[in-house]
Nanobody, 113 residues
Framework: QVQLVESGGGLVQPGGSLRLSCAAS????????VGWYRQAPGKQRELVAR???????DYADSVKGRFTISRDNVKNTVYLQMNNLKPEDTAVYYC???????WGQGTQVTVSS
């Protein structure tokens, strides 16, 4: 059974930072590309960052230069460091590996003064 648990979200002021974690079980994370996604109310889920099994990264234009995705294969965990957060970043954030159809509960990120 594949289980993905996102954590680290919360309420933060504009310009602040958060670090999200995605802990996986039932899957060897290191052999998969892993992405962070987000979904705001009334919008489609969108990919914001991705890291391949080889460590290459890609980012949505809206977060480029502010977010950093990384992975710790020993801990079977993928992270998303979010800096200089903006109100537009408010969403539920999810992680997933490859084409896995199962999603976790996500973690809420709210950016507001």
């Amino acid at each position: 059974q594949v289980q993905l648990v996102e954590s680290g979200g919360g309420l933060v002021q504009p310009g602040g930072s958060l670090r999200l974690s995605c802990a996986a079980s039932g899957i060897i994370f290191r052999i998969y590309a892993v992405g962070w996604y987000r979904q705001a109310p009334g919008k489609q889920r969108e990919l914001v960052a991705r890291i391949t099994s080889g460590g290459s990264t890609d980012y949505a234009d809206s977060v480029k230069g502010r977010f950093t995705i990384s992975r710790d294969n020993v801990k079977n965990t993928v992270y998303l460091q979010m800096n200089n957060l903006k109100p537009e970043d408010t969403a539920v954030y999810y992680c997933n590996a490859g084409g896995n159809p199962s999603w976790g509960q996500g973690t809420q990120v709210t950016v507001s003064s």
